[in-house]
């Protein structure tokens, strides 16, 4: 459907912060239209399907602890669940690290872990309960220093520090300096340990799918370039849209070339190296962290956790790094985190996702301006926290913006 001469609101950008924006406006009953330059919503939540396997782009997964999740229809996405913890390996042997609490079996298997002294298993169970259920106000005013300080000050020890924390937190943040924000990983921790990983049975890209079915398919266009945008109109290479407001909630380099005064970028990376086994090595849905000195920074047998991502029973394995690396640079130390042989795995295919995330480190800048004045918006997970959590919340922070502006009388509408 061609875009319209005019209309109440358009967003820039089909991503999870668009899509949450122009959910909430639709909700409210504005003529909102979504333009979006790709071929597909939900934007760097993308999948593909490559000889059967469900593939996306890059080893994403659905933290059902952040706020925002609770926007999302999760029985309808099919979830395959992760289990709460990861696997070390040292000396050659695999040892389970799991939150007793919601894994009560592994509990031992926990304690036996070499990730340090019962002493600093019990600071690490302490700064969890802290992360967990302290009120997010008081995380925030806790003195801001790096992740790594955080962990040093929690008395987790170096062992925890090196084996466990830095290389499952490098897969998160797509960094392992771990200079991160300890505020940020503070609610990140409090998310891992409040609800359970999942991989829906359609790929990650269903989640921006079941966001635009709620705005409706007339109302999404793809395959259309924003080329400016001011607070009241936008121009494309379709042509032009007049508009009483426009928020543009595209990646942060696209929104710093858009809108003079947006400074945001997303310096983060990751390489992706897909690989297929006969069976799955253990069964465990439990990602598998990388060694201290290795490329890799993670391994993980998703179809452990979502059977569906394979076509005929066989293993799907997801291996990342944060610099990019080639498949026969890292297939031996695939290998050696699954106690597999090399010659076993058939590579699927490799990605690398240049600019995948925002940086996070101090000082926190979260819930930053959306309103920018004389119509104009912006929405993006460089205006929070950056993450599913981050774009979806600054979506709704426009979308309660652009209400107060275009429809005054609808108080708490959004």
């Known amino acids: ?36 330059a790709g071929q597909y919503t939900g934007g760097r939540l993308a999948t593909e399907r490559i000889d059967g396997f469900v593939v996306d782009r890059g ?3 659905l933290n059902t602890g952040y706020p925002r999740a609770a926007d999302l229809d999760l029985p309808a996405l099919d979830l395959g669940w992760f289990w709460p913890g990861a696997v070390v390996r040292v000396g050659g042997r695999a040892h389970r690290v799991v939150d007793p609490r919601r894994r009560p079996s592994a509990a031992l298997d926990t304690l036996r872990a070499p990730i340090g002294s019962p002493l600093h298993k019990a600071a690490i169970a ?29 008395g987790v020890g170096d ?43 359609r790929g990650m890209q269903s989640v921006g799918e079941q966001l635009a079915a709620r705005v409706g398919a007339d109302r999404v266009h793809l395959g259309v370039r924003v080329t400016a945008v001011r607070g009241g ?3 494309t290479d379709s042509g032009g849209v007049r508009a009483d407001a426009v928020v543009v909630a595209t990646d942060p380099d696209t929104a710093a070339a858009l809108v003079p005064g947006v400074a945001a970028s997303a310096p983060r990376q990751v390489t992706t190296h897909l690989h297929v086994l006969p069976a799955s090595p253990s069964g465990d849905p439990l990602i598998v962290l990388g060694s201290p000195g290795g490329r890799l920074v993670n391994s993980v047998v998703l179809t452990d956790a979502q059977p569906a991502y394979s076509p005929d029973r066989r293993a799907l394995v997801a291996s990342s790094s944060l610099a990019p690396t080639r498949e026969d640079e890292v297939r031996a130390e ?46 993006g997970d460089h205006r929070d926290t950056p993450s599913i959590q981050g774009a979806m919340a600054s979506g709704a922070r426009a979308a309660r913006a652009v209400l107060r502006a275009v429809r005054p009388g609808l108080r708490g509408a959004a």
């Open 126 to 154: 302490a700064y969890s309960v802290r992360a967990a259920y302290a009120p997010v106000d008081r995380l925030l005013r806790a003195p801001e220093t790096t992740a790594e300080q955080r962990l040093r000050a929690a």
């Open 334 to 379: 695939v290998a050696a985190l699954h106690g597999v042989g090399a010659g076993d795995l058939e590579h699927l295919t490799s990605v690398t996702v240049p600019g995948a995330q925002p940086a996070a480190v101090p000082p926190l800048r979260l819930r930053q301006p959306v309103d920018l004045g004389g119509g104009l918006y912006v929405a």
């Open 159 to 201: 062992a925890a520090l090196e084996r466990f924390f830095r290389p499952f937190l490098a897969g998160v943040l797509l960094e392992d300096r771990l200079e991160t924000s300890s505020r940020y990983l503070d609610l990140l921790w409090r998310s891992f340990a409040r609800g359970p990983i999942g991989l829906p049975a």
């Open 233 to 235: 109109a936008v121009t």
């Open 59 to 61: 080893f994403q997964v």
């Open 1 to 36: 459907m061609p875009l319209p001469a005019r209309a109440e609101v358009v967003v820039v950008g089909a991503g999870l912060a668009g899509l949450s924006a122009a959910v909430r406006l639709v909700a409210a009953g504005c003529d909102v239209h979504l333009v979006e």
